[in-house]
């Protein structure tokens, strides 16, 4: 879990107490103003879980590259054999 869906989930959860008390005092501007954090919340946590997908896809990038020189090197000594 990054700063992202740390942030995030802070900002659902301040929408949500928002909304919930502007519900029950009858403030329209306070639940609107609860939507909009929730939704930065997911916005958020959206922009982390694309962070996470890429520091993935990096990963298995670089591990499909050793993998090619590990064989292009093992390939290499087999023909220096022959």
Same mark, same amino acid.
């Given at each position: 879990? $990054?700063? &992202?869906?740390?942030?995030? /989930?802070? *900002?659902? !959860?301040?929408? #949500?107490?928002? *909304?919930?008390?502007?519900? #029950?005092?009858? *403030?329209?501007?306070? &639940? =609107?103003?609860?939507?909009?954090? %929730?939704? %930065?919340? +997911?916005?958020? &946590?959206? =922009? ?8 993935? /896809? *990096?990963? +298995? ?5 050793? +993998? !090619?020189? #590990?064989? /292009?090197? /093992?390939?290499?000594? $087999?023909?220096?054999?022959?």
């Amino acid at each position: 879990m $990054d700063k &992202q869906h740390i942030k995030g /989930a802070i *900002d659902k !959860a301040k929408g #949500a107490i928002k *909304d919930t008390i502007g519900k #029950a005092i009858g *403030d329209k501007g306070m &639940q =609107v103003d609860g939507k909009i954090d %929730k939704m %930065k919340g +997911e916005g958020r &946590q959206m =922009v982390g879980d694309a962070k996470d997908a890429m520091r993935d /896809a *990096d990963k +298995e990038a670089s591990r499909g590259m050793r +993998e !090619a020189d #590990a064989n /292009a090197g /093992a390939a290499d000594r $087999d023909l220096k054999r022959h």
